[in-house]
């Protein structure tokens, strides 16, 4: 395309809100605009004078702003990355783009500290029609409705269960659910509906968290402890999806992911891999029948070779997410992973600590509890 074709075609106006020194700018929400032609980033706000302007030249701009208000008063950005990964201000950044007229967010995960946040931004999205998407990149993985068909088409026969683990590196725990983990539940409730029920514990050296251990988390996520979580959720399909993670719990990273088991197979999905899933045909229970190798399915389907080149790099970089939240302001329909799924996957996460304040009691969602359950143990 030609520079002149290029600037007669509408171009959508971006701007950034990192902050430097409590959660950056996420994984590259910055940057990610710059690879798009139909995108120009205007302003960046930065509450950190360095990082405010190491991000005027990275973004190739002239000046920055140190509060975001004002930033979005004066320069009307159609379109907001939210990049900081200390979530205790995503829900005051986010009101703040829907009060300013913003058409639509990208925001970093997780969603925000607790449902009541959650509901906040919800309602706002619904009342000004603002369109705000989670960069829970795997769940904008164009192989994943291939993957979702090939279970429904019964590929690997009655589904039987659906287990998921976290990174399980030095934040293995209750930090492992909150920052990794919800990559992992956001996945689970779109192969498997809802989830309606949570059974669950948390634990720190072996026993069972208390109130005494519980201390403000990392990341901005307020009260939170443990260096094990154990989760078991009924979703809507009546597939049962268990969640586990534990503190430098063998090789890093090599469980994090999710396993949906089939009386025929399994499909294995590894967050952040590329291809995204496997498929091992074959009864899991039969470990002497003979053995079965693992196939990739991907966007054309099982064992068939990637069509979409460079995807891996697509879906890291979160080209496809942002062009997915472009096209979902322009022509009105939902993001992939928008505001209302981003509260069923924080729905999930509360609901561990709910479960185990109750004794680990079965709790249904959505939950009455719309406040960090730790801070009424």
């Not at 205790?88 to 703040?96: E, G, V």
């Not at 995204?276 to 029948?289: C, M, T, V, W």
């Amino acid at each position: 395309m030609t520079a002149s074709a290029l600037s007669a075609e509408k171009r959508w106006r971006i701007g950034v809100i990192g902050h430097t020194g409590r959660g950056n700018y996420g994984h590259g929400l910055d940057t990610l605009w710059l690879r798009l032609p139909e995108t120009q980033i205007v302003a960046v706000a930065d509450a950190d004078e360095t990082g405010r302007a190491a991000a005027v030249k990275r973004l190739g701009l002239t000046q920055g702003y140190a509060d975001y208000h004002r930033m979005l008063r004066e320069t009307r950005p159609e379109i907001v990355a939210i990049g900081p990964r200390h979530i205790d201000q995503h829900r005051d950044m986010a009101l703040a783009c829907a009060e300013a007229g913003v058409r639509g967010i990208y925001m970093e995960k997780p969603f925000c500290r607790t449902l009541e946040e959650a509901d906040e931004i919800v309602r706002a999205c619904e009342k000004t029609g603002m369109k705000l998407a989670l960069a829970h990149r795997n769940r904008q993985h164009p192989a994943l409705p291939t993957v979702a068909k090939w279970i429904h088409d019964g590929l690997i026969g009655r589904v039987l269960e659906m287990r998921g683990r976290g990174k399980e590196d030095k934040r293995g725990g209750a930090l492992d659910l909150w920052v990794l983990g919800s990559h992992v539940l956001n996945i689970a409730t779109y192969l498997g509906g809802t989830a309606m029920t949570c059974t669950a514990e948390v634990r720190l050296n072996g026993q069972r968290l208390t109130r005494a251990q519980v201390k403000e988390g990392e990341e901005g996520i307020g009260l939170l402890a443990g260096d094990e979580v154990h989760a078991r959720y009924r979703l809507a399909s009546g597939i049962t999806f268990s969640f586990d993670s534990m503190k430098e719990a063998g090789v890093s990273e090599a469980g994090f992911g999710l396993q949906v088991i089939g009386t025929q197979g399994i499909i294995d999905l590894r967050m952040d891999q590329e291809p995204l899933a496997h498929l091992r045909p074959g009864n899991p229970f039969q470990p002497k029948a003979p053995s079965q190798t693992w196939v990739a399915i991907t966007t054309a389907g099982v064992g068939k070779a990637e069509p979409i080149s460079d995807l891996g790099r697509k879906v890291s970089s979160h080209e496809i997410a942002a062009k997915d939240l472009l096209s979902a302001v322009k022509q009105g329909h939902a993001p992939l992973c928008d505001a209302v799924q981003g509260r069923e996957t924080m729905e999930m996460i509360s609901a561990v600590f709910e479960s185990h304040r109750l004794g680990s009691a079965e709790v249904m969602l959505p939950l009455k509890t719309r406040v960090n359950p730790l801070t009424l143990l």
